[in-house]
């Protein structure tokens, strides 16, 4: 992509009304559009970050025997009421509307009444079971609280993913597969030194669940950490028992302000039983399905990274989730200077790699600010002086370290 080509501007000033740090920074590097509060837009370089952290997710499920599947936005009424959930008293989050026909219907804030609803239809034996389906589904949600840029947004895609059991002991193995995967998604996101599996409040069906918590001041989480066993506790569930039930000892944990990136649950068979979702066991006995949920967003993973690792200058991505990997600055509009940009993009782009390069007619220094601002991973820099060189700057943008390499080398970092 060449910068004079993108449909996007980086601005100098953030939205005035905007008071989250990676919404300032991913609105001025030309990432999202804040359309209202709590609604944002996605634009290429925003787009292309967040399909790259759904690939990794979408990796991680399929590795682990997840079905990726879409439910609809548009959910009706029965389904939620079987399981007392339509409501407005019971979910505040509701957004509703009506068919023309009179008919209400409501606007997916979750989606596991669908997913009971649809996989009754297909799961009848216990030779059906174990399985799971997961989706990558926009949910609506009238959050009160819209405070934190693309942390909490009133609409966001959600990955969800359901699992069906016969029993609690399988159940359980899927879950710490699940466990597993989400620990291996924050690793290949950048962020798995800093995300704790967490001990949390089970809500209305079990007594824990479990969520992935990642430092972050601008989080709205509060978590107890254990160094050593890299797991939390958030506070809601600071309790003596939970402790000794993990067996770590209060004074060697450490309060840290976090976000919730991740958040698995079991359901027992709270939510097959008013479906009366069954199978026949291997005795021809019905019994009830056994099901968790498992939810990550992944635009909240992209807030949270920008929190956490951009700074002064602006975004720093981690490799596995930049737009580009290689933001080419070509310095002044000398035609031996544009030739030579021109020659490295398209053999790097030939070679398989991921470059942006910032081709317009503008200031040495506004290139470098906004190279710094959109945050790619390495800049090189082309000028009179590299093509005398033979050699290239490379800035390496979380480090700020400069590494002088020929074509050959900068390949070979790319290529790491
Ligand atoms: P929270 O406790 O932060 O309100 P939640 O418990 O309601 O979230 P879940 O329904 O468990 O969230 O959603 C699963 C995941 O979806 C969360 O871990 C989070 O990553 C993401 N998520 C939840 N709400 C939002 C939101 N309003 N905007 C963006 N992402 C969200
Ligand atoms: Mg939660």
């Known amino acids: 992509m060449r910068v004079s080509q993108l449909i996007t501007k ?31 837009v996605w634009l290429p370089l925003g787009r292309k970050v967040l399909n790259n952290i759904i690939q990794i997710i979408r990796d991680e499920m399929d590795a682990i025997g997840g079905q990726e599947v879409v439910m609809s936005t548009l959910q009706r009424k029965e389904v939620w009421e079987r399981t007392n959930r339509w409501d ?20 997916a804030w979750s989606h596991e009444e669908q997913m009971v609803d649809t996989f009754r239809q297909h799961i009848d034996s216990y030779k059906d079971l174990p399985k799971a389906a997961y989706q990558f589904q926009n949910k609506l949600r009238n959050e009160t609280r819209a405070k934190s840029g693309i942390m909490r947004t009133r609409e966001f895609i959600m990955k969800d993913m359901y699992s069906f059991a016969r029993t609690e002991a399988e159940h359980k193995e899927f879950y710490d597969k699940v466990t597993a995967a989400y620990l291996r998604i924050f690793e290949r996101l ?14 209305a069906f079990a007594e824990f669940s479990h ?11 509060v978590v107890y ?49 008013p479906y009366d979702f069954v199978y026949t066991d291997e005795n021809g006995e019905q019994q009830f399905v056994v099901m968790g949920s498992y939810g990550i967003g992944p635009a909240r993973v992209m807030g949270v990274i920008v929190e956490h690792m951009g700074d002064d200058q602006g975004i720093v991505w981690p490799t596995e989730i930049a737009p580009y990997q290689l933001h080419i ?34 200031s040495a220094g506004e290139k470098f600010a906004d190279a710094d601002l959109m945050g790619m ?40």
């Open 190 to 203: 950048g962020i798995g030194e800093s995300t704790y599996f967490t001990v949390a409040s089970g809500g």
């Open 225 to 273: 950490i254990d160094d050593e066993k890299h797991i939390a506790i958030n506070e809601e569930v600071m309790r003596d028992d939970v402790l000794k039930n993990l067996g770590v000892q209060k004074d060697k944990l450490r309060k840290a302000k976090t976000a919730e990136v991740g958040n698995i649950f079991s359901f027992g068979t709270s939510k097959s039983e």
């Open 377 to 416: 991973p390495y800049r090189v820099v082309v000028s009179k002086k590299t093509i005398d060189s033979e050699a290239y700057e490379v800035k390496v943008r979380k480090t700020g370290e400069v590494l002088q390499l020929n074509l050959d080398e900068l390949k070979k970092l790319l290529a790491k």
């Open 329 to 362: 600055t070509s310095l002044g509009n000398d035609d031996a200077v544009i030739a030579e940009a021109n020659k490295i993009y398209n053999n790097l782009i030939s070679a398989g790699f991921s470059v942006i390069w910032d081709d317009r007619d503008v």
């Open 10 to 40: 980086t601005r100098k000033e953030a939205p005035a009304d905007e008071t989250a740090k990676n919404a300032q920074l991913l609105i001025r590097a030309g990432y999202v559009h804040k359309d209202a509060a709590g609604v944002y």
């Open 211 to 221: 969520e992935f918590q990642t430092i972050c001041e601008a989080g709205e989480d």
């Open 88 to 107: 407005d008293e019971i979910v505040d989050v509701w957004f509703k509307t009506t068919y023309k026909n009179g008919t209400e219907a409501g606007l």
